[in-house]
């Protein structure tokens, strides 16, 4: 079974400048994820998608970063423009979702992309 | 807000005994605590997950335990390896929403 896919893997730009991210899930997984980890930290829900609906984006700095999971499969994440302090790992996870009184929400991390924003 | 604290940054023990972690939590009612493993430059990856009505849950080498009164997790490595050396997290959730994160512990098992 392939596991969840990221790119890019490395990405480093300039402060103000925008980025993307993308995220191909495990096939079959309903629940998408991405979150942000800083060096040191655990990582920080930003955005959660039960197919291509929002769940919950309550720690999203809606003012600079944007996803979007058309179709319930693939996601992107984007920022826009980018500051010093969104340096960190994105990382992506996925599961199956979906709750019936059965937990299904064992999540699935991909590599994760390390962003350095100069 | 709901916060969590893992005993600490880093924890160095000698090869085969046993390793103990903890995982407190506030301001949160977790109907789920999962563990997962963090190897450098990759993402995390599952352990053991025990649900709130659970006190105790094996698998192998580990045992997690869970104690919804003292809002408290312990992670317990036995006969630890140098191969268990990672960063392990604790994470909670309400039936699949509000996942947190905990810090992490940086665990060294020594030759």
């Known amino acids: 079974e392939a596991g969840v896919a990221q790119s890019p893997r490395y990405k480093i730009i300039e402060k103000r400048q925008s980025v993307a991210f993308w995220c191909n899930p495990i096939?079959?997984?309903?629940?998408l994820y991405w979150y942000q980890q800083i060096l040191g930290q655990g990582p920080k829900l930003l955005i959660q998608?039960?197919?291509?609906?929002?769940?919950?984006d309550s720690q999203l700095p809606k003012d600079r970063f944007s996803a979007e999971r058309l179709k319930g499969v693939d996601s992107t994440l984007k920022i826009q423009p980018a500051k010093l302090e969104d340096s960190a790992v994105y990382l992506c996870?996925?599961?199956?979702?979906?709750?019936?009184?059965?937990?299904?929400?064992?999540?699935?991390f991909g590599p994760g992309t390390r962003l350095l924003v100069l | 807000s709901q916060k969590i604290e893992q005993n600490s940054e880093a924890l160095n023990i000698q090869e085969g005994k046993t390793a103990t972690l903890t995982c407190n939590y506030t301001?949160?009612?977790?109907?789920?605590l999962q563990w997962y493993r963090q190897d450098p430059g990759r993402g995390p990856v599952f352990l053991l997950l025990?649900?709130?009505?659970?006190k105790e849950k094996r698998k192998e080498r580990l045992k997690v335990t869970f104690d919804t009164t003292l809002k408290q997790s312990l992670f317990h490595i036995t006969a630890s390896q140098p191969a268990d050396s990672a960063t392990y997290l604790c994470?909670?959730?309400?039936?699949?929403?509000?996942?947190?994160f905990g810090p992490g512990t940086r665990l060294s098992v020594l030759p």
């Open positions: 994470a909670l959730d309400n039936y699949g929403q509000n996942f947190v």
């Open positions: 998608f039960q197919n291509n609906g929002v769940v919950d």
């Open positions: 996870a996925s599961s199956l979702g979906a709750y019936r009184g059965a937990y299904q929400e064992t999540q699935y």
């Open positions: 096939s079959g997984h309903a629940t």
């Open positions: 301001n949160y009612s977790p109907a789920y």
């Open positions: 025990i649900r709130e009505n659970e």
